[in-house]
């Protein structure tokens, strides 16, 4: 099973190939500023095992090494961890890129204190989301912390990501993790987005 929808397949499966980075309208120079507080306030403290699922360029996963963890970088796109490796290598970031695929991680069981989930759960096919919840579920560790950053179903509608539903957000996750917080708040604006809706959502592994 593929785990991303149709419209994600065919139009970006291999877009880290053939478009430059500034081309890529989700790439941005910008740490999320969630994720920048989740550091500040040691939401996430400094020497967690950070796996970040679907990391593409390592924008994130750079920026929590650089602040002290311990991160695994996982993309099914060569070419993006290509990209990663080169942006890591700039601020000399320890960080371990490996290919992998979001339903079958190559990593142990229980092998992560937090999964970093940033835009990828909402390209999710609705078949396929039991499948990554487990799969999520299965790297954590009990007690660790997942992070997702998600649109919400506040964004302007268009074509893109799926708008997620509180239950979209909640519903599938719920027998093997606890809801910590769960808030939609307004992210960087774009050119094309200037109203960015999106979900943050901490979850425990029960």
């Known amino acids: 099973m593929d785990a991303f929808t149709d419209r994600w397949v065919d139009k ?33 403290p400094r020497g967690s095992r950070v796996v970040d699922l679907g990391c593409g360029p390592g924008v994130h996963s750079t920026f929590l090494a650089r602040h002290g963890m311990n991160v695994v970088g996982v993309d099914r796109s060569s070419a993006a961890l290509d990209k990663a490796r080169q942006l890591a290598g700039f601020y000399n970031a320890n960080v371990e890129f490996v290919t992998g695929d979001i339903l079958d991680v190559p990593l142990a069981d229980a092998s992560a204190d937090v999964v970093h989930d940033s ?15 487990s799969e ?9 912390l997942l992070v997702m950053t998600e649109f919400s179903d506040r964004m302007s509608p268009g074509t893109g990501p ?8 909640t519903l599938p996750w719920a027998e093997q993790f606890s809801v910590e917080e769960l ?23 029960r």
Not at 136 to 144: E, F, K
Request: overall charge positive; proline content about 6%.
């Open 119 to 133: 835009f990828v759960y909402h390209n999710v096919r609705p078949d396929a989301r039991a499948s990554y919840v």
């Open 162 to 169: 799926i708008r997620l539903t509180a239950d979209d957000m």
């Open 183 to 205: 808030r939609r708040f307004k992210n960087l604006p774009t050119e094309k987005r200037p109203d960015q809706w999106h979900w943050l959502g901490l979850y425990r592994r």
């Open 136 to 144: 999520v579920a299965r790297i954590l560790r009990p007690g660790g």
């Open 12 to 44: 970006f499966s291999n877009v880290y190939e053939e478009e430059e980075l500034a081309d890529i309208c989700w790439v941005t120079t910008s740490v999320s500023p969630v994720l920048q507080g989740l550091v500040i306030d040691q939401t996430i």
